[in-house]
C-alpha cells in the first residue's frame, strides 16, 4: 500500500504528460469538455452533504452525516500510511466486512475541514474505497462505516512531514 | 474527444473493478499563489458511476481530496463490453461525463 501512491502518482504525472503531448492542449475543468448529448449530465450536486463538509470537527460531521453515535470496530479496515512524505496526496483505503454497508466516510481530524470524503455503497457495490487525500498535518484519519443501521469506525495516526495544505 | 476523466474497468466473474482518474485541480482555497493571493476553492463534489441504469457508487468529495483525483472501488455485475458512464459537479458548477467500456 505505502508504494501504491507512488505508483498512482507517477502514473498520473506520466499520463498526464503524455496526454498532453499528444494532444497538444492541457483539458482541465473548463467545461469544454461537455458532450452536446449529455450536456446537462454530470452527478447530481443537490445531494452533496454541505453541512458534513462545513464541520470543524469529529461529533460535528458524524452528527450532520449519520445522527448517531460510532463504535469502533476491528470489522473496519483502514489502511494509511504510518508516514506520509507527501500531505498533499495520501493514499487512504477503507474497506469493511461488515454486513449491508451504505456508507462510508474518511475524516481527518487535523484538517481545517474535518470530513475529506464520504461515499454512497449501494446494494451490489463493494464495501472498499481507495482514494488519495490531503492532510494539512500529522493527524489521526478516521473511518466511518455505516452498516446494517449501525455506525462503525476505525482510526489511525498519520504522521505528516510536508503538509498537504500548500505548507 | 478530450475527457477529463479516466476509467478502468475490469470485469473478472461476477465482479467489476473501476479505477478512475479525474483531471481537476481540486484547489483547497487555503493555498495562495506568488502574488500572496488566495487562490480560490475549486472542487469536484459529486461523482457518480452508473452502470445497466442504475447507480453503483457515488462520491462526495470535499477541498481535501488530493489533486487529480483517484477512486478504486469494486460493484457486483457488469461484463466485458458493458458500458459505464461517469459523471461530476465541482463547486463552480462544472461538470463532465464520459462513457466507459468495461474490459
Known amino acids: 500500500m505505502e508504494d501504491n501512491s507512488s505508483l498512482t502518482g507517477s502514473l498520473c ?45 469529529e461529533a460535528a460531521v458524524i452528527g450532520a452525516l449519520f445522527g448517531k453515535s460510532a463504535t469502533p470496530s476491528d470489522k473496519v479496515k483502514l489502511e494509511a500510511p504510518e508516514i506520509a512524505e507527501n500531505g498533499a496526496v495520501v493514499p487512504i483505503t477503507v474497506s469493511s466486512d ?38 494539512a498535518k500529522t493527524t489521526k484519519v478516521v473511518a466511518l462505516v455505516e452498516a446494517e443501521g449501525g455506525l462503525f469506525s476505525a482510526g489511525k495516526d498519520v504522521k505528516v512531514t510536508v503538509g498537504g495544505c500548500g505548507g | 474527444m478530450a475527457s477529463s476523466i479516466r476509467v478502468r474497468a475490469t ?8 479505477q478512475a482518474l479525474i483531471q481537476h485541480p481540486m484547489d483547497s482555497g487555503f493555498v495562495k499563489d506568488a502574488s500572496g493571493a488566495v487562490i480560490p ?9 452508473e452502470h445497466g441504469g442504475k447507480i453503483v457508487f457515488t462520491a462526495f468529495w470535499g477541498p481535501a481530496v488530493s489533486k487529480d483525483p483517484y477512486l478504486k472501488f469494486t460493484f457486483q455485475g457488469g461484463k466485458k463490453g458493458d458500458e459505464m458512464m461517469v459523471s461530476w459537479v465541482d463547486n463552480k458548477g462544472q461538470k463532465d461525463t464520459t462513457v466507459a467500456k468495461i474490459g
Open chain 2, 41 to 49: 476553492s475549486h472542487y469536484i463534489q459529486v461523482v457518480d458511476f
Open chain 2, 11 to 18: 470485469s473478472s466473474g461476477d465482479r467489476t473493478e473501476v
Open chain 1, 13 to 57: 504525472r506520466r499520463s498526464l504528460l503524455k496526454a498532453a503531448a499528444g494532444a497538444g492542449v492541457v483539458v482541465f475543468a473548463s467545461g469544454a469538455a461537455l458532450l452536446p448529448a449529455v450536456a446537462d449530465a454530470g452527478g447530481d450536486q443537490s445531494k452533496w452533504p454541505k453541512d458534513a463538509f462545513d464541520a470543524k470537527d
Open chain 1, 98 to 135: 461488515l454486513p449491508k454497508v451504505t456508507r462510508i466516510s474518511v475524516l481527518v481530524l487535523e484538517n481545517p475541514y474535518t470530513l475529506a470524503a464520504a461515499y454512497l455503497i449501494p446494494d451490489g457495490t463493494g464495501a472498499s474505497v481507495s482514494s488519495r487525500l490531503k492532510l
